[in-house]
């Protein structure tokens, strides 16, 4: 506790104070100096000792008081007032330690998104190289099948070439969510094409893997979109299924409903808890208990990213016999943005 005289000055500090927030030259006679948790100056009439004076009822307020060891992060809360406003007890938590523990976990992840910027950026100059020699040596493997190992090996090198491909532009996208620079081109698409579109890429994978993918829908859903963007949607979300429910048939349905365009993607995997299903949308996430497979966790947070800039919503549907569907719902009709909603990490 802190009793501070009407002058501002500090007059009575009990051992706690002494111990945890300042040091002991720091408090008699002196005027501490005060900010807000973002290190601002807080002018006189701002300050807790102030409000208190003028018998203001506050709760809990986040300060960090100047002392000559360093920042100290305090919540102060006024417990009373005199009558005569002489004095003002107040009463704090030294929130100090728990302040530097979320600025060096700021700081790391600052440092994180760089380095993933960084390394994004480093990797495509080899990986376009890499393509365009594998390119060119599959144009001179004779196509009558006389060399069918090197067409195998040329092969197998074009699939670890596209996922390295995949893997980069996801990580790209994702620094660019978090910096806010994710931009959108608005223009009129019809969702049913762009589903059509992003299964044919699926469709091998999918042979490959014994998995049908069936396409129900009616009629064209026609609306305002990115149609990049929205087709990246869908083929993450099927490569997601491809993934936890190979080997069963993959359901995509595209209808109309109301104002927005309805999109599910349904696979017959093990299912995702219901304590899960918002965690799978944070970034570099894996349920252990379902997602066996090694993956950054990336491809459901772009997906959630991307529908939320579009001012839609996604969201799990998981019976408890198994399978998961996601339910993306988008608005046919909005205003047109080039830049994403905050993002959630």
């Not at 070439?161 to 969510?177: A, F, K, M």
């Not at 059509?196 to 009616?218: F, Q, Y």
């Not at 001012?311 to 998961?324: K, Q, Y």
Request: hydrophobic share 40%; aromatic share 6%; glycine share 6%.
């Amino acid at each position: 506790m802190i009793e501070i005289g009407r002058n501002g000055r500090v007059v009575f500090a009990n051992p706690s104070a002494r111990e945890v927030a300042f040091a002991y030259e720091d408090l008699d006679g002196q005027t501490p100096h005060v900010t807000d948790a973002d290190g601002k100056p807080l002018g006189p009439h701002e300050r807790p000792r102030s409000r208190a004076l003028r018998g203001e009822a506050f709760g809990p307020s986040m300060t960090r008081w100047k002392t000559r060891d360093g920042d100290v992060a305090l919540v102060v809360r006024c417990d009373t007032v005199d009558q005569e406003r002489r004095l003002a007890a107040l009463t704090f938590v030294d929130v100090t330690a728990f302040h530097r523990w979320t600025d060096d976990t700021r700081a790391a992840l600052a440092a994180r998104d760089e380095f993933l910027s960084i390394a994004a950026h480093e990797l495509r100059s080899p990986l376009n190289a890499l393509m365009l020699t594998i390119h060119r040596l599959k144009l001179r493997v004779p196509a009558d099948g006389s060399f069918p190992e090197l067409d195998r090996l040329v092969d197998m090198s074009q699939r670890q070439i596209d996922r390295l491909t995949s893997l980069v532009q996801n990580l790209l996208d994702v620094t660019r969510i978090r910096a806010r620079r994710l931009e959108l081109e608005f223009e009129p698409k019809d969702l049913l094409q762009i589903v059509r579109d992003a299964a044919e890429e699926a469709i091998e994978h999918a042979r490959a893997a014994g998995t049908p993918v069936r396409i129900a829908a009616h009629e064209p859903v026609f609306g305002l979109w990115d149609g990049a963007r929205i087709e990246q949607v869908v083929q993450n979300l099927l490569t997601n299924a491809l993934k936890y429910g190979g080997g069963s048939p993959i359901e995509v349905s595209v209808e109309r409903e109301g104002a927005a365009a309805k999109l599910t993607v349904r696979d017959h995997g093990p299912g995702i808890a219901a304590e899960d299903r918002d965690r799978v949308f944070e970034p570099f996430q894996r349920i252990a208990s379902t997602y066996k497979s090694q993956s950054l966790g990336l491809g459901l947070y772009i997906v959630r990213e991307i529908v939320q800039a579009h001012g839609g919503s996604i969201v799990i549907e998981s019976p408890d016999s198994g399978g998961a569907a996601f339910v993306v719902r988008l608005p046919v009709a909005q205003q047109k943005s080039s830049e994403t909603t905050p993002e959630h990490a």
